[in-house]
């Protein structure tokens, strides 16, 4: 059975005919209604959303400690000034629920901390330096 209704849209009003469907029949029963060619834009598909794109994360440089892979930083373990060796866990990064640790690659003094506990990063984006 069809109804008709009428609907408001931005403050335009459209008179609707809605097929009612119950079980045992088939939209393929119903009338279609032309529609004319000036209101055919009313109902075309929105423009696609763009989405932002995020800047890459910058390159490393020479002593640059990065992220494996992308997550959120839990806990920085380390600070400025501070001698590290090889092997030390430097944060805790936590990427699909799963917590690791960055270990430093080399010894040395951290001499640079890019991130702070709860931000973002990417998978090979510097996050600090050891010289």
Request: net charge neutral.
């Amino acid at each position: 059975m069809t109804r008709l209704f009428k609907v408001t849209v931005n403050g335009r009003e459209y008179d609707v005919a809605v097929l009612e469907v119950t079980p045992g029949s088939t939209a393929a029963s119903a009338p279609v209604m032309p529609m004319p060619a000036s209101e055919a834009s009313v109902f075309s598909a929105p423009p696609p959303v763009r989405t932002p794109v995020p800047a890459p994360a910058t390159a490393a440089g020479a002593g640059d400690e990065v992220a494996q892979m992308g997550g959120v930083v839990v806990q920085v373990e380390v600070k400025v000034g501070q001698i590290v060796a090889k092997g030390d866990s430097l944060l805790v990064l936590e990427a699909m629920k799963m917590k690791n640790h960055l270990l430093a690659s080399r010894a040395g003094t951290v001499t640079r901390v890019m991130v702070a506990a709860g931000d973002a990063v990417e998978g090979g984006q510097p996050v600090m330096t050891i010289q």
